[in-house]
């Protein structure tokens, strides 16, 4: 059993950055594969970016690319999404996912085993 919790939401004006964390529990961290999804009220959870177990591989969503940056530091047990140039559109619940059985990086949320609580970030215009 895996138990993540993030943070580091908040409120952010419209081209501001945020920075946030998810921490897992467990001496397994290495083994998964993490990933970032959000979820906008009235809509579906979309896939944001994921990272490969020992982060040299990254994947993005095409409206993440070249402003979110994902990283992780097995060490601690902990990703992170860093997101720059922020807009209105990324408000959402942001949620780190951890996957157990894949072989690679997925983009789909089914393909992951664990989910954390949500972290709400807001840009304002």
């Known amino acids: 059993q895996v138990q993540l919790v993030e943070s580091g939401g908040g409120l952010v004006q419209a081209g501001g950055s945020l920075r946030l964390s998810c921490a897992a529990s467990?001496?397994?961290?290495?083994?998964?594969?993490m990933g970032w999804f959000r979820q906008a009220p009235g809509k579906e959870r979309e896939f944001v970016a994921a990272?490969?177990?020992?982060?040299?591989?990254?994947s993005y969503a095409d409206s993440t690319q070249g402003r979110f940056t994902i990283s992780r530091d097995n060490a601690k047990n902990t990703v992170y999404l860093q997101m720059n140039s922020l807009k209105p559109e990324d408000t959402a619940v942001y949620y780190c996912?951890?996957?157990?059985?894949?072989?690679?990086?997925?983009?789909?949320?089914?393909?992951?085993?664990?989910w954390g609580q949500g972290t709400q970030v807001t840009v304002s215009s």
């Open positions: 996912a951890a996957g157990t059985g894949v072989p690679a990086i997925v983009t789909t949320s089914s393909e992951y085993d664990y």
């Open positions: 467990g001496r397994t961290f290495s083994r998964y594969i």
């Open positions: 990272i490969s177990r020992g982060g040299g591989s990254t």
